[in-house]
């Protein structure tokens, strides 16, 4: 299946967009519209509009699909105002359906409170749903606590949901710890933990990254570590990535993925899936880029499956 997304970026001419869009460096207004050349996936369009004064920014992002008589119609839209006040940022956004008579339905809204001090950033997401006769219910409450000093980071990440009483109880947590080792390298664990039936924290997956700087070429390595049947982290995969800057401006990035067989469970990890992601100038603000997936065939060779090419234009 090959795919080709076009996105076209267009500013407004309104001057108080265009001064808002110059100091948070953003177009005004986008569009995005995929379409599959082998008739496989219907077509899709997003329209992005964006208006800013002063602190206060909103985003409306408006999703089309093709109706019953093929033309283009809204089936999603989503209204995002963000406020801010000094160190203290406040988003709050609503999901809107629309039904086949084209009335909207208020899906979902959300409300992020995020605040922060020179080592120190403090956020709430709190998510509230629909049911089916149109009642707001809270869904999700996630919090993140991350700690900065020069050389480390670190951020807990909890999620809450309710419990069969409908009150808030932690249920996931994610801890990440970052530390740079030298000039150019970078190292961090990610560690992703669950509450169990007894009500106690469970580490189910460790994933430890690497990151090398080498001139203008990165080289990174995440291992992943899972919980087995019998309760223990063992290594399940691996993923290398090398980024390397081309002379245009654009990048190339190949990544190699080795997992465990999961028919010999024993066996050390092998590479089974290379992607390669090119990104090249095709003309002046034009950009393309072809994405390409390699896995091994039944004949343990690395084979293509699948190409992408997303033209990204600028206007």
């Known amino acids: 299946m090959r795919i080709v997304i076009v996105i076209l970026l267009g500013i407004a001419l309104s001057s108080a967009v265009v001064a808002g869009q110059q100091a948070t460096g953003r177009p005004a207004s986008r569009v995005i519209e995929r379409a599959d050349v082998s008739g496989g996936v219907l077509p899709w369009r997003l329209v992005q509009t964006t208006n800013q004064t002063g602190d206060r920014e909103t985003t409306t992002e408006t999703e089309h699909i093709p109706g019953m008589d093929g033309r283009m119609v809204p089936v999603r839209e989503t209204v995002v105002e963000v406020i801010r006040a000094g160190r203290v940022v406040r988003t709050n956004s609503e999901t809107f359906g629309f039904a086949l008579s084209g009335q909207r339905r208020l899906l979902e809204t959300r409300e992020v409170i995020e605040s922060s001090t020179e080592s120190r950033v403090q ?87 690497d990151v090398r700087s080498t001139g203008v070429t ?98």
Request: overall charge negative; glycine content about 4%; cysteine-free.
């Open 123 to 209: 956020a709430t997401d709190t998510t509230w749903r629909s049911d089916l006769n149109g009642r707001l219910a809270i869904s999700e409450r996630i919090t993140e606590d991350t700690a900065v000093t020069p050389d480390t980071r670190r951020t807990e990440r909890t999620i809450h949901r309710p419990d069969l009483e409908g009150r808030l109880r932690p249920m996931e947590r994610t801890d990440y710890a970052e530390r740079q080792t030298a000039p150019q390298r970078i190292q961090a664990t990610t560690t992703e933990s669950q509450v169990d039936v007894n009500n106690r924290w469970q580490v189910i997956e460790i994933r430890n990254h």
């Open 218 to 315: 990165e080289e990174a390595e995440e291992t992943i570590l899972l919980r087995d049947l019998n309760g223990a982290l063992s290594e399940r995969s691996r993923i290398r990535r090398t980024t390397s800057p081309s002379a245009d401006g654009g990048r190339e990035v190949v990544e190699e993925v080795e997992e465990r067989s999961p028919v010999a469970p024993a066996d050390p990890v092998r590479m089974v899936r290379r992607i390669v992601e090119t990104t090249r100038r095709a003309g002046s603000g034009r950009w393309e880029t072809e994405r390409q997936v390699f896995e091994r065939d039944v004949n343990n060779r690395l084979v293509l499956t699948s190409s992408e090419t997303e033209v990204t234009t600028e206007r």
